[in-house]
């Protein structure tokens, strides 16, 4: 189990903490003094869960957990870090930042969401205020990679280090500010977007529908793996940003934008925009709409891993340390009777028109359970020995749509010195329905004189061990199976 940490502040970012820390295994104790913390913990980190159900099948460490606390001290004293979440308003953190560096170890680092406050500030009332730092999110916290690191004047340059490392272990991408300033990188460009999208609407260009259509449409989608310096090197053509500079730079000078005029937020601006988002909603609940978020954000990450790329990377990244710290969790006995030795998501690129996985997709996943049990009954590749598969039946029985957990169940029903017959079976892994059978014959082949052959004694001792093991399971029903005439 990975260390405590402390949480100040359970709102809608110390939630998304609350999920991200848990999820990654520390216990988590959190402190706010709203009667319905604990209710908004546990919808985050309901969330949480389900999006990582489906973003991941690397062996997550056991779930941490998570105690709402009566004090600012209990939430601390005894903690390996300290994340403050509380409303932006700077007295407030000034104090509570204040009182968690009393109580909290001198050493442990005292860490703030603010989305913009500076740290020399937040830090003043602070014992020992070289361990402060900003840690910046992004919501939803469980899922996006991002968080600012800023320091203070006061801040050790070995504070931004130790954040920026512990953030890492978490799956995150930590991106330390180089130079203190308000509302540090991200929140910069996105309130000059956000100015902008208010005039628009403020003027009658556009509907805050339109505005959004306007980004997801087009820039979103970029966004996601390229921001506007790769963006525009790109639009520059093969001369580059070079070429983009000296092309676009002189508009630069057009009065395009309003920049940092901002428009009166009278009655009628709010209204009109409330009125308009409440449309674009079209009657779906917050909770509706965090879970089409998750679910969309899930997809995005997973295409960009498939690229290591962007958000991908970091994941990839993050599944791979989850596997190495987890060597031990892939290996079944070899009395698992049936062995369930392999499991997948439904990919988003998977689904066909019907909406549920295309059929291919279900061979795909029975050869991947197939090549799972050649690893596990230790095939040896490099030493010219494999087994191909002469013959599949498969029988389709339940449909597999996007981002359902799957797992595959393994039975052997018979073997020789070249021949292995077994039996796979594919369930949906949250309710176990049975999606998908399928029963295959193999041959083992010498590779290196590209002929069926016996396989090698240690092979076939350990296919021997299964096989025993395997004797007292019914047969399947369906093994055997032709298919059925139509006449
Ligand atoms: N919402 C965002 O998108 C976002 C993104 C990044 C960072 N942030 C920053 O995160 C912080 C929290 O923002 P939020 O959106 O979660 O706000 P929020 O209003 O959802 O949550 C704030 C929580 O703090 C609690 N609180 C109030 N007084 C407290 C006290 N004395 N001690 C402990 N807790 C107290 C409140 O009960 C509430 O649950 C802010 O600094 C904000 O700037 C917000």
């Not at 706010?32 to 908004?40: E, G, I, M, N, V």
């Not at 003027?203 to 449409?217: K, N």
């Not at 599944?319 to 698992?336: G, S, T, V, Y």
């Not at 596990?376 to 597999?400: I, M, N, P, R, W």
Request: proline residues 5%.
């Amino acid at each position: 189990m990975a260390d405590a940490v402390g949480l100040i502040g359970g709102g809608v970012i110390g939630g998304g903490w609350a999920a991200r820390f848990a999820i990654g295994g520390h216990d988590v104790r959190l402190y706010d003094p709203a009667p319905d913390a604990a209710a908004t913990v546990v919808a985050a980190l309901e969330n949480a869960r389900r999006a990582h159900r489906r973003l991941t099948l690397a062996p997550l460490p056991a779930e941490g957990s998570v105690t709402v606390v009566g004090t600012l001290e209990e939430a601390v004293e005894g903690v390996a870090f300290v994340q403050e979440s509380a409303p932006e308003r700077e007295e407030l953190k000034r104090s509570l930042l204040a009182a968690a560096s009393r109580a909290a170890g001198p050493d442990v680092i005292v860490a703030s969401s603010t989305s913009g406050l500076l740290p020399t500030r937040l830090q003043a009332d602070m014992e020992h205020p070289e361990r402060f730092a900003v840690g910046h999110p992004f919501n939803p916290v469980y899922l996006l990679p991002l968080v600012e690191v800023c320091g203070g004047e006061r801040t050790a340059p070995a504070t931004l280090e130790r954040a920026a490392e512990r953030y890492r272990r978490l799956g995150m991408r930590p991106l330390v500010v180089r130079r203190e300033v308000d509302a540090f990188v991200a929140d910069r460009l996105l309130e000059a977007l956000w100015r902008e999208a208010l005039w628009l609407v403020a003027d009658d260009v556009a509907t805050v529908e339109e505005v959004d259509d306007a980004i997801r449409f087009g820039a979103g989608l970029r966004w996601a793996c390229m921001g506007p310096f790769l963006t525009y090197r790109i639009a520059g053509g093969p001369a580059g940003m070079r070429h983009f500079l000296e092309q676009f730079g002189p508009a630069l000078a057009l009065p395009w934008t309003r920049l940092t005029e901002v428009p009166e937020l009278t009655d009628e601006l709010l209204d009109k925009i409330v009125a308009q988002s409440d449309a674009q909603a079209g009657g779906r609940s917050l909770h509706e709409l965090e879970r089409l978020r998750d679910d969309c954000l899930v997809s995005i990450i997973q295409g960009l891993r498939v690229h290591d790329f962007g958000a991908g990377a970091v994941l990839a990244g993050y599944e791979r340390a989850l596997f190495a710290a987890a060597p031990a969790a892939a290996a079944a006995a070899d009395d698992e009777a049936p062995l369930r030795l392999h499991s997948a998501v439904v990919a988003p690129e998977w689904i066909d028109y019907n909406g549920h996985a295309h059929e291919s997709r279900y061979l795909q996943v029975f050869g991947d359970a197939t090549d799972a049990l050649l690893r596990h009954v230790g095939l040896d590749l490099d030493a010219g020995s494999s087994y191909f598969t002469v013959e599949t039946h498969l029988s389709h029985l339940g449909q597999a749509r996007a981002e359902e957990r799957l797992h595959v169940t393994t039975q052997l029903l018979g073997h020789d010195e070249k021949r292995l017959h077994v039996f796979h079976a594919l369930h949906r892994t949250d309710d176990e329905a049975l999606l998908a059978t399928a029963e295959q014959m193999l041959l083992h082949v010498n590779t290196r004189a590209d002929r069926v052959a016996p396989a090698p004694p240690e092979l076939l001792e350990r296919i021997a061990r299964i096989a025993r093991s395997h004797a007292a399971l019914p047969r399947p029903e369906r093994a055997g199976r032709a298919i059925g005439s139509a006449r």
